[in-house]
T-cell receptor, first 113, second 115 residues
Framework: GESVGLHLPTLSVQEGDNSIINCAYS??????FIWYKQESGKGPQFIID?????DKRQGQRVTVLLNKTVKHLSLQIAATQPGDSAVYFC????????????FGQGTILTVHP | NAGVTQTPKFQVLKTGQSMTLQCAQD?????MYWYRQDPGMGLRLIYY???????DKGEVPNGYNVSRLNKREFSLRLESAAPSQTSVYFC??????????????FGPGTRLTVL
């Protein structure tokens, strides 16, 4: 089975709220993680990544947190906007396993104006 | 700089027909990938190419073949299409090995229906 999964399949928020999307992974050897955003009818778009030697990484309005103790990854979106509505996927990679990105099922984020 | 492009965008086939999905990238990436995405599911790797001249099977390779034509182009062929191959197909590329990361950049997808 897949080693990456999501706690919540859907998330609805109001515009301006902060959003938190969660992801669990089961492979303790995974050392690189990526969050992708996929809008309807489009391909996944890279948002942010993090290596296993980090706990937190920030981008523009997004923050990824990694808790290796409980094998948990989260994506925080600040001041969520309607344009953030999409499916969000986490993916993991074991550095020694070339080309072996494993994707979770995805969380649907809906932002209400 | 178009990134990753795919053709066609849509295709309808009858069972048993063959077709080739085309993919090209202009980012000078070494590595390219083919995924399929089924409703409610994440992406599953079909085949990948670490570098020009090499290809390897992914998670779900049965029923598919690939060709890494050159550094830019990576095609996916369905020799005898089956309804189970109805899906959205994504091509991706990356520069794995440069920074020991695998940030993959995706094309817009090909939506394939097999009747």
């Amino acid at each position: 089975g897949e080693s990456v999964g999501l706690h919540l399949p859907t998330l609805s928020v109001q515009e301006g709220d902060n959003s938190i999307i969660n992801c669990a992974y089961s492979n303790s050897a995974s050392d690189y993680f990526i969050w992708y955003k996929q809008e309807s009818g489009k391909g996944p778009q890279f948002i942010i990544d993090i290596r296993s030697n980090m706990d937190k990484r920030q981008g523009q309005r997004v923050t990824v947190l990694l808790n290796k103790t409980v094998k948990h990854l989260s994506l925080q979106i600040a001041a969520t906007q309607p344009g953030d509505s999409a499916v969000y996927f986490c993916a993991e990679n074991i550095g020694t396993s070339y080309g072996k990105l494993t994707f979770g099922q995805g969380t649907i984020l809906t932002v209400h104006p | 700089n178009a990134g990753v492009t795919q053709t066609p965008k849509f295709q309808v086939l009858k069972t048993g027909q063959s077709m080739t999905l085309q993919c090209a990238q202009d980012m000078n990436h070494n590595s390219m990938y083919w995924y399929r995405q089924d409703p409610g599911m994440g992406l599953r790797l079909i085949y990948y190419s670490a570098s020009e001249g090499t290809t390897d099977k992914g998670e779900v390779p049965n029923g598919y073949n690939v060709s890494r034509l050159n550094k830019r182009e990576f095609s996916l062929r369905l020799e005898s299409a089956a309804p189970s191959q109805t899906s959205v197909y994504f091509c991706a590329s990356s520069d794995w090995g440069i920074l020991n990361t695998d940030t993959q950049y995706f094309g817009p997808g090909t939506r394939l229906t097999v009747l």
